[in-house]
């Protein structure tokens, strides 16, 4: 089993910033892929960006030039550095990993809002 625990969410007006980590623990098998998606109720799950632990990385067309995720796999810790921050991008993001399965976390709910 695999837990995943994530913070750094809130309340950012447009144009701000925000710093989403998320913390895995458990059984954690190599290679590992981790990444974000976002979520609001009545819509569908969207990928925001992924990390592999060999370097590759994806992002969503949404946020190329605005986001950047990064991972220590020492910590087993991917992060999300989310700048020019939109009123699109208020949903609840979702942490998860591929490592011998797939886990998610919690959640954290990111509002961009004057």
């Known amino acids: 089993q695999v837990q995943l625990v994530e913070s750094g969410g809130g309340l950012v007006q447009p144009g701000g910033s925000l710093r989403l980590s998320c913390a895995a623990s458990?059984?954690?098998?190599?290679?590992?892929?981790m990444g974000w998606y976002r979520q609001s109720p009545g819509k569908q799950r969207e990928l925001v960006a992924t990390a592999a632990s060999r370097g590759w990385k994806d992002y969503a067309d949404s946020v190329k030039g605005r986001f950047t995720i990064s991972r220590d796999n020492a910590k087993s810790t991917v992060y999300l550095q989310m700048n020019s921050l939109k009123p699109e991008d208020t949903d609840v993001y979702l942490c998860?990993?591929?490592?011998?399965?797939?886990?998610w976390g919690q959640g954290t709910q990111v509002t961009v809002s004057s």
């Open positions: 998860y990993a591929l490592t011998g399965g797939a886990y």
């Open positions: 458990g059984t954690i098998v190599s290679p590992t892929t």
